[in-house]
């Protein structure tokens, strides 16, 4: 059975999916007095991993495991492709547009979300008035529901009568 979606539902989805575009799509920067997590700078000795310290290929291809050098990363994010981090950067201007298109759709679906919380049939409401209109509303659900029974109530006598003239007319 398939769960209906609704704008909570959806908001949490699009926080979810900018914050996981940010984390797969973001440039490293480096942060003053904090230690380089850039898996491709080696301005640090704790920062290079142990692979990259396996010397590349002869033919200029890097060896598998030793990070990619400028050019690379700049063809795979032309491309599209991931880095061995699943890191794909984009350029900084393209970045900024998307954080700012992401940053809109979320505000539009907070906007959403607050019309219907806004339009919710108990708010503005003291308890004890939501209690006398659910009141209100069962007792004209008995009403309707009384209409209804005799109404198929009349249906069944009219295919009696109906299936009465139908069995003389055959009989005839």
């Given at each position: 059975?398939?769960?209906?979606?609704?704008?909570?539902?959806?908001?949490?989805?699009?926080?979810?999916?900018?914050?996981?575009?940010?984390?797969?799509?973001h440039?490293?920067?480096?942060?003053?007095?904090?230690?380089?997590?850039?898996?491709?700078?080696?301005?640090?000795?704790?920062?290079?991993?142990?692979?990259?310290?396996?010397?590349?290929?002869?033919?200029?291809?890097?060896a598998?495991?030793?990070?990619?050098?400028?050019?690379?990363?700049?063809a795979?994010?032309?491309?599209?492709?991931?880095?061995?981090?699943?890191?794909?950067?984009?350029?900084?201007?393209?970045?900024?547009?998307?954080?700012?298109?992401?940053?809109q759709?979320?505000?539009?679906?907070?906007?959403?979300?607050?019309?219907?919380?806004?339009?919710?049939?108990?708010?503005?409401?003291?308890?004890?008035?939501?209690?006398?209109?659910?009141?209100?509303?069962?007792?004209?659900?008995?009403?309707?529901?009384?209409?209804?029974?005799?109404?198929?109530?009349?249906?069944?006598?009219?295919?009696?009568?109906?299936?009465?003239?139908?069995?003389?007319?055959?009989?005839?």
């Amino acid at each position: 059975m398939e769960q209906p979606i609704d704008g909570s539902t959806q908001l949490v989805t699009q926080m979810y999916a900018s914050i996981r575009y940010i984390q797969t799509h973001h440039n490293f920067a480096s942060i003053p007095s904090q230690p380089d997590m850039n898996p491709y700078s080696r301005s640090q000795p704790g920062s290079v991993p142990p692979s990259a310290l396996l010397p590349p290929e002869s033919n200029g291809i890097p060896a598998a495991g030793s990070p990619p050098t400028a050019q690379t990363q700049q063809a795979n994010a032309q491309n599209g492709t991931e880095d061995a981090t699943g890191l794909r950067p984009d350029p900084p201007d393209v970045f900024a547009e998307a954080l700012t298109e992401l940053a809109q759709d979320l505000v539009v679906k907070e906007q959403q979300v607050e019309l219907l919380i806004d339009v919710l049939p108990g708010i503005g409401r003291s308890e004890a008035e939501q209690v006398a209109r659910i009141r209100e509303l069962e007792g004209r659900l008995r009403e309707v529901e009384g209409r209804r029974q005799e109404a198929v109530r009349e249906k069944e006598r009219c295919v009696e009568r109906l299936d009465g003239v139908i069995a003389r007319v055959r009989r005839v």
